[in-house]
């Protein structure tokens, strides 16, 4: 193991008449053996004296590799070796994960998460890029958002693990590309303007001080590729590894953006668009993220809705994995037809709201607020905008790069939506490609894993320059039948059953008209 961050007590020489060479120099010489190119910056030249004499030349210091060099973040007094800790992040743009980690044992010490307060200015990041554009009072605002939700992640982790902020020196953080630019207080509106180039791919390592994070050291953003293809994707590539193997995988993660690199060690190709908040519920009036009460899992048995909710509350909504339940479970026992559309008398569930077809997935009597909870025809369409989007995404990548479903070895879906979505259902509607089982991967939040990978390899730094430089990112601007791809897409699993194989025969043996 060697971590991004190390801790080394040094027994310096005590200066006498024969030796006069400096504090700071005596320092470089005991590190200069281990540590080539060590900087000690201004800051901590200023604390030598007296803490140097005070500990009579024993000290400990704390150094960070960055790309070229060690940075020294920290001298203490007497060894302190045993006490050496790191930060890892997940910065999404609706929710920010970070994880407090020993960096002599890789331990997992605490895991908190939080809402991002950016969303204050917008549920969409496009309203948050417009909210800022030509205001640089605004562009704060955000960023003090971003800054002040990681103070409160921080505070919750000490309060915790009972380890302060000063006896942090590394934060390693994966977000995409507009959520790197807000946290570092840059305008990310040419990330949005023709040609769509983000103010910088590379941010590699910030002093946090500069941007008011209380840990003593630095904090590394992973590299973006494109304007929508950021950091974040890069960490999940890393944690794969998928860039060094030899057979060829599918990394796709869908959330409010949806993003696939696909490729091996020869190769990386990648797309990315807009998804929409639909696995965030966001298209329902009932639906939700996926925390206590919301619906995540449905069953059709003998005509009637079976589903259970998170930490088994009273039903309040339904969140994305039980939508794609939802509409699967549907589709199997003939509730909608190829199209999406509910059929009326089918059963009891579906119900008339507002001059509109409408699915009834838990009664007033069930639910914690004491209403209907529904799905409309409407949200039901929306949906599968969504699914078809992400279903081109794979086969327009696919044939960009002459590749079919078969020369595809293992196909990863990232994020906390890919854990718990039932891919059996993903694969009903056709948000999946019918893929044998054995080959999908469901990670977890492998942007999270990514950037605690990171902390405990610090060789990785130049294989993470590499995976951002490889990767070949395609437009979806070019793509020009992308569009009639997507209305392809847009039926119940596809247009063409017969890519569906295992869905054809699970019809079939309902006895679903085909």
């Known amino acids: 193991m060697e971590a991004i961050s190390e801790k080394v007590f040094l027994k310096l020489e005590m200066p006498n008449g024969r030796d006069r060479k400096g504090d700071r120099d005596r320092i470089f010489d005991a590190l200069k053996d281990k540590y080539k190119n060590v900087d000690i910056p201004y800051k901590i030249t ?25 940075v020294v973040t920290r001298v203490e007094k007497g060894d302190t070796t045993d006490r050496n800790y790191g930060l ?20 997992i010490i605490a895991e908190e998460g939080s809402f991002n307060k950016q969303i204050a200015f917008g549920e969409d990041i496009l ?39 000063e006896d942090i020196s590394i934060m390693t953080v994966a977000g995409n590309t507009t959520m790197t630019h807000f946290l570092l207080d840059i305008d990310p509106w040419t990330i949005f303007q023709m040609p769509y180039t983000p103010v910088f791919n590379h941010p590699g390592f910030i ?31 890393l944690f794969t590894g998928m860039h060094k ?58 005509n009637e809705i079976k589903y259970t909710t998170i930490e088994n509350s009273k039903p309040l909504g339904i969140c994305g994995s039980g939508i794609v339940d939802l509409l699967s479970e549907m589709f199997l026992n003939g509730w909608v ?11 009891k569930n579906i119900i008339k709201v507002d001059s509109q077809l409408a699915v009834e997935y838990a009664s007033k009597e069930e639910s914690e607020n004491h209403e209907s909870l529904i799905f409309t025809q409407s949200d039901i369409n929306q949906f599968l905008k969504t699914k078809s989007a992400a279903h081109t995404m794979v086969s ?26 039932d891919i059996e259902s993903a ?25 605690y990978k990171l902390l405990m390899d610090r060789n990785l730094l130049s294989e993470i320059d590499d995976i951002a430089h490889r990767i070949d990112y395609i437009g979806l601007e070019d793509a020009k039948d992308f569009i009639e791809k997507m209305r392809a897409a847009s039926f119940l699993p596809h247009t063409n059953i017969d890519s569906y194989p295992s869905v054809k025969k699970k019809l079939m043996k309902r006895e679903v008209v085909l």
């Open 396 to 421: 327009f990548l696919l044939e960009e790069v002459g590749l079919t479903l078969e020369e595809l070895d293992k196909f990863y879906v990232a994020g906390a939506f890919g854990v718990h979505l």
């Open 245 to 302: 193997q030899q057979g060829i995988s599918a990394f796709i993660d869908i959330g409010t953006n949806g993003e696939l690199v696909m490729g091996n060690e020869d190769f990386l190709v990648a797309v990315a668009g807009a998804a929409g908040p639909a696995l965030e519920g966001g298209i329902s009036k009932f639906g939700m993220r996926a925390k206590s009460g919301a619906i995540d899992t449905i069953k059709i048995e003998n």
């Open 207 to 237: 002093d946090c001080d500069e941007i008011g994070i209380p840990i003593n050291g630095y904090m590394y953003c992973f590299p973006s590729v494109a304007n929508y293809l950021g950091g974040d994707i890069v960490s999940g590539v």
């Open 127 to 165: 309203n948050r890029i417009f909210y800022t554009r030509n205001s640089k009072e605004k562009l704060h605002e955000v960023h003090k958002a971003t800054v002040d939700t990681f103070i409160e992640l921080i505070n919750k982790i000490s309060e915790k693990s009972k380890i302060k902020g």
């Open 337 to 347: 037809d190829f199209s999406g559309q509910l059929k009326e008398g089918v059963s």
């Open 427 to 451: 694969v009903t509607i056709g948000m999946y490609p019918d893929l044998p089982r054995e080959k999908f991967n469901c990670p977890g939040n492998a942007s999270l894993k990514g950037s």
């Open 88 to 107: 890892c992040v997940d910065l999404g743009s609706t929710t920010v994960i970070m994880r407090l980690v020993d960096l002599n044992t890789g331990e």
């Open 46 to 70: 200023k604390e030598l004296y007296p803490k140097c004499r005070e500990a009579n030349f024993g000290i400990t210091v704390t150094l960070v590799k960055r790309d070229y060099d060690w």
